[in-house]
């Protein structure tokens, strides 16, 4: 029997469905937070699907206790989302990523689980891979805050400090260099898992998710995804602002492809750690014109000259790992995946709190 934690999020309902119809027996442990679910989540599809729920906190010992009863394998995938918000709530993102993985796996050694699928995210490596037209490829660190739309914003090489050219795919042995409060806790994750592998001899995978996009995602929560902020912007035809100078850069891999790679992991005995991604990139400009584009919008492109405190400036994933060690390949192109993404959209309800979000970050300092 597989525990999914976070499972009545949005890539742990898409897992559910999937390991449901391959015939698994599923069961959830989820807390239901209603900056992500809402006031009234809907549990319906638990019941249709034949998965049980076990509602409560991974940071609870007995709860993790019960619910890993006749549980073989957990993917571990609750966990607080979002780089800006976690600059500012940081217990609140530590509490739950750190605290709580450590007390699941607690519960995992006493009730003798066999595998943990965890899965991370492409925030342990802080700034992308990048070339430095004198040093070759070349890690930067974080970058300076920006003062304007006249600043330069590309990241600066570690060893000229010229400024960098191109965007590499960044391997998974590249350095780690979160630049957040959710990356950090994120490797700290990472290494948690690794530890207890050796000491307990877990069956372990360790996934790290780059931007994951689709239908089911949450559209009222602006701090998990800047396609549902673009979104919910463009179907209002209201101004949709672009960060820096519109030209970061980001990987988009498709929810059902991550789910692919999510079930080869289960069936994979300790794989490397593998990023999952699309390995392809696009410019927030470019996902703004498309999304404006597939729902018709008027809205107007806005070039703030501002960035937000913890983000990189660019990152592609080098996904030749995950193809060697799980036989997986992303199968949905961005356009398709964006087709998908919009048409499940227009049928849903949302609220727009982006300016809410923009106002926190702007009092903090966070976004200059």
């Keep these: 029997m597989i525990l999914v934690t976070g499972g009545c999020g949005f890539i742990g309902r898409h897992l559910c469905e999937r390991l449901r119809r391959d015939g698994q027996e599923v069961r959830v442990l989820d807390c239901l937070t209603e900056q992500v679910h809402g006031p009234t989540p ?72 066999r595998k943990v699928v965890l899965s991370s995210s492409r925030a342990v490596y802080g700034e992308g891979m990048w070339i430095c037209a004198r040093c070759g490829p070349v890690h930067p660190s974080l970058r300076p805050s920006g003062t304007g739309p006249s600043n330069n914003w590309a990241p600066l090489c570690p060893t000229c400090q010229a400024h960098v050219v191109d965007l590499l795919p960044t391997p998974e042995d590249a350095p780690n260099d979160p630049t957040s409060v959710y990356g950090i806790s994120k490797l700290t994750q990472e290494l948690l898992v690794r530890r207890l592998r050796e000491a307990h001899s877990l069956d372990v995978s360790i996934l790290r998710f780059f931007n994951v996009f689709g239908p089911g995602q949450s559209l009222s929560n602006p701090y998990t995804g800047v396609l549902a902020v673009f979104l919910n912007r463009a179907r209002q035809n209201r101004t949709i602002d672009l960060y820096e100078d519109g030209q970061i850069i980001r990987d988009f891999v498709f929810v059902d492809d991550v789910v692919e790679a999510v079930a080869a992991a289960i069936r994979v005995h300790n794989p490397p750690v593998c990023n999952i991604g699309s390995g392809r990139i696009a410019s927030i400009r470019e996902l703004a014109e498309t999304i404006t584009r597939l729902v018709d919008s008027v809205s107007h492109l806005v070039i703030t000259g501002k960035g937000r405190a913890g983000d990189v400036r660019g990152l592609q994933a080098d996904i030749n790992r995950a193809a060697n060690a799980l036989a997986w390949a992303p199968q949905v192109s961005l356009e398709e995946g964006l087709e998908h993404f919009v048409a499940w959209a227009a049928c849903q309800p949302f609220e727009d709190l982006y300016e809410q979000s923009l106002s926190e970050l702007s009092l903090r300092g966070l976004y200059r």
């Design 42 to 113: 809907d549990l319906s599809w638990l019941d249709e699907s034949g998965i049980e729920l076990v509602r409560g906190s991974v940071c609870d010992s007995q709860t993790c206790v019960d619910a890993l009863a006749g549980i073989d394998t957990i993917v571990h995938l609750a966990a607080e989302t979002g780089t800006g918000q976690s600059m500012y709530e940081i217990r609140r993102y530590l509490d739950t990523n750190v605290t709580g993985t450590g007390v699941l796996l607690e519960a995992c050694i006493q009730k003798q689980v």
